[in-house]
């Protein structure tokens, strides 16, 4: 799942990415107010995470933009203040939730899982294709009687394919989904990581992540043992 934050404090935003990330989500990063506005509007995202004090625009006001223009996914917004007011003037704007900082980790992950469950009733319900199953909840794979140990990377790879059945997924629509904005298109990463994840997937059974040359990848299930 794809979450943008928007967050000014650089060590505040870093460290939200690098744990959602270790959690196995796609993170975008936005420093100011117009450039989380901008990248809510032109992508695709399951959560917004909406700091309240941004320059340029406040999370108040992106929020009720935002909201105007049709947005549909969650908004956690966070503040330095705790006073009701300030509360209820951001759930007022639109926002889903409110947190205040200081915050452990954990409760902010344990916000987004609720606000996830909350805005898509079928964010955590299992995939199936073919005989491969994903549980979305223990975040473990099956393939028949056959577990599948996942690195966090490779759940996320193999739930975006497994939530994209039969389309094409490029290598740009990859990395923007899967490892985010700011990914190094030189990396082989993705490539190193397809190849250990078909590995397991595919390993003693009928393949299911085909390499289409010139365009990208699919999931599918084909004909024949």
């Known amino acids: ?31 100011t107010g117009p450039d989380g506005e901008y990248l809510a509007q032109i992508n695709s995202y399951e959560l917004l995470v909406l700091d309240l004090m941004l ?3 406040d999370g108040i006001e992106v929020c009720l933009s935002l909201r105007a223009g049709g947005f549909k996914a ?3 917004m966070l503040t330095a203040k705790s006073a009701l007011q300030d509360k209820i003037t951001g759930l007022d704007s639109g926002a889903d939730d409110y947190l205040v900082k200081p915050f452990a980790f954990e409760e902010m992950l344990a916000r987004i899982r609720a606000l996830l469950r909350r805005g898509h009733v079928e ?5 199936r294709v073919d005989d491969l199953l994903l549980d979305r909840v223990t975040r473990r794979g099956r393939r028949g009687g056959r577990e599948i140990p996942l690195t966090s990377r490779e759940y996320a790879l193999l739930e975006y394919f497994m939530r994209h059945v039969g389309q094409v997924l490029t290598r740009a629509m990859i990395a ?3 490892w985010g904005l700011d990914f190094d ?7 190193v990581t ?5 590995n397991k997937v595919d390993r003693g059974a009928r393949p299911l992540i085909h390499t289409l040359r010139g365009f990208g ?9």
């Open 194 to 198: 397809l190849s250990h994840l078909r």
């Open 55 to 57: 320059p340029g625009k």
């Open 1 to 31: 799942m794809r979450i943008l934050v928007v967050e000014d404090e650089s060590k505040v935003a870093s460290f939200i990415k690098k744990g959602l990330t270790e959690e196995s989500y796609s993170v975008d990063v936005a420093s």
């Open 176 to 178: 923007e989904n899967v």
């Open 123 to 127: 964010g955590t319900a299992p995939l």
């Open 185 to 191: 298109s030189e990396s082989n990463v993705i490539e």
């Open 217 to 225: 990848y699919v999931m599918r299930v084909e004909d024949g043992p």
């Open 74 to 76: 969650p908004i956690l």
